[in-house]
């Protein structure tokens, strides 16, 4: 009997510690998680990263941070000596292409796998001054992995699939600050084998067009007033040829639409961007908020001595096209806790000399020609990425902002022609996707052989990456990567 309550208080304890904050980030920062590496593991942060594919390590001490992966310290490390390379929107890097033994504790249903990764030995504007992170964790597809000559690095999350046989998924739960007189935000990143899945739980699902980036259908963004019921704002009768929203439709998606939590803001096409934030501007005016025009259009922080909840504001809302059928969508509806981002939460009353000062910037930027949803429009909602379903789902979450997901709604005619989206036909076929993960490769550039022979989990794994990528380095491919 005793022995039964132990246990129980044991599931308990477990099942308390499974809701624990993984993810935290500094004001400004995007959300990162403590990572093992190598044997003797060497403990490190890397940002999580739905905007990119590859691990990415430093393994040098740079000006910003001297913690860095000491390659010479892992016995494990396999270095196929080849030169690889990636852009991000902000900065690049040079390095090599290596395996070695990856192992996130946090995540206590998957256990240590051997990864393919790069080490980063040259950057430029990518490590960030003081930001507590030495790389990147990259969740997206093979196509925008890092590259070099006839190569792409594979991704961790491939390694894993790879390992485990079965496709997995993952959740982000990002829940921005924990109080208003705080600016460290904290979420829980958390993977989810495929079969283990009781019923579908993403009532919301929006198709992942093209299996790079999360490549999405954002078909509208608006404000919505606190004291409105929530509208359609892609009303059936006004959404019609040389109406404004089809405009806006096409202009969010004329290059793509992407959801990455490796970026702060919103990023819009200018014009949309120009439109919404006069808007926001409009609003605050009209509530006499003092506001100066430096915050809306410069980026420049806006500072008050207490904090600011922002109640009278509007709301945002995002339309997605959902996978049900292409005359659908739902919408996230971001209230404007998420786009008045803290930068700075000082309180200083009781111990004199300094000043309390509570700062915030707009969550909005304008960005050319794509649309990137960073991590101001996912705070307060679960998003589950589904790579072999090929679909996010949008659901409420249990911390942070109290941001919603509303729908559906339909329409009489189809987002895929009115709004001009494409999805790639080469991913639909299901016997490709169930084939997947069976072909995937632990890329073991030298003794391959031998672990093959003595590593059961990974006979299924086939040799193919260094006969497929001499052609997946497309043109297209590298378009991408001077476009990321
Ligand atoms: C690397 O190895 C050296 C020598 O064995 C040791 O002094 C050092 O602490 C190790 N560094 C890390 C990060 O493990
Ligand atoms: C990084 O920030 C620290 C203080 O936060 C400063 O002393 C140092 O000069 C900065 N380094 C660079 C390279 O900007
Ligand atoms: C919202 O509330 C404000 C003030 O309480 C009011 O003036 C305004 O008309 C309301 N808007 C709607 C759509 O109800
Ligand atoms: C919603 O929109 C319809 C027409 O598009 C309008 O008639 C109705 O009053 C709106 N409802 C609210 C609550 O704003
Ligand atoms: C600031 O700190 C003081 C005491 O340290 C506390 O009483 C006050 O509520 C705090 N202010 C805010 C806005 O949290
Ligand atoms: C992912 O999608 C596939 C196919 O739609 C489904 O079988 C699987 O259960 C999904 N996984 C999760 C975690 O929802």
Known sequence: MKLFYLFKIILWFCSIRAEEYNLSGDAGQAYSIDILMGHPKQKLRVIVDTGSTTLAIASYARRENDEYFHVDNSTTLDDSGKEVQAKYSQGNWIGHYVTDFVEIPSLKNIREVRSDFAIITKSHKFFVNGSGWQGLLGLAYEPVGAWGEHVIVGSWLDSLECDLGKSVSFELKLCGVQ?????????????????????N????????????????????????????????????????????????????????????SGTTDIRLPDEVYRELVHKLRQES????????????????????????????LPWLQIDLLSDVAD???????????????????????????????????????????????????????????????????????????????????????????????????SETAVSIKAAQWALCVISIVAGFVLIYLLAPAVRMCILRRRQSSAHSVSQDALVDQELS
């Not at 460290?184 to 019923?199: A, C, L, Q, R, W």
């Not at 980026?299 to 922002?310: D, K, L, R, T």
């Not at 109290?402 to 987002?415: D, E, I, K």
């Open 179 to 199: 109080s208003t007189t705080n600016a460290i935000h904290y979420g829980k990143f958390s993977m989810i084998v495929d079969e283990n899945i009781p019923n």
């Open 201 to 260: 739980t993403s009532p919301f699902r929006t198709p992942i067009l093209h299996k790079r980036w999360y490549e999405i259908g954002v078909l509208a963004i608006g404000i919505r007033h606190p004291n409105e019921t929530l509208n359609n704002s892609i009303a059936p009768d006004t959404f019609v040829s040389d109406n404004p929203n089809e405009e806006m439709c096409q202009k969010l998606n004329q290059q793509k639409s992407i959801v990455d």
């Open 285 to 312: 005016q009209a509530l006499n908020m003092l506001i100066l025009d430096e915050f809306w259009y410069h980026g420049e922080a806006a500072c008050w001595p207490e904090p600011q909840e922002w109640l009278a």
């Open 327 to 425: 005359n659908q969508y739902f919408t996230l509806e971001i209230p404007p806790q998420n786009y008045m981002r803290v930068v700075t939460a000082r309180n200083s009353s009781g111990d004199g000399g300094s000043v309390s000062q509570f700062c915030y910037k707009l969550g909005l930027e304008a960005g050319g020609v794509d649309t990137v949803l960073g991590y101001t429009a996912m705070e307060g909602l679960k998003v589950l990425f589904n790579r072999s379903g090929g679909w996010i789902g949008f659901d409420t979450s249990s911390c942070g902002p109290n941001a919603r997901v509303s729908g559906p709604y339909t329409v009489p005619y189809s987002f895929i022609d009115s709004c001009k989206l494409t999805r790639s036909d």
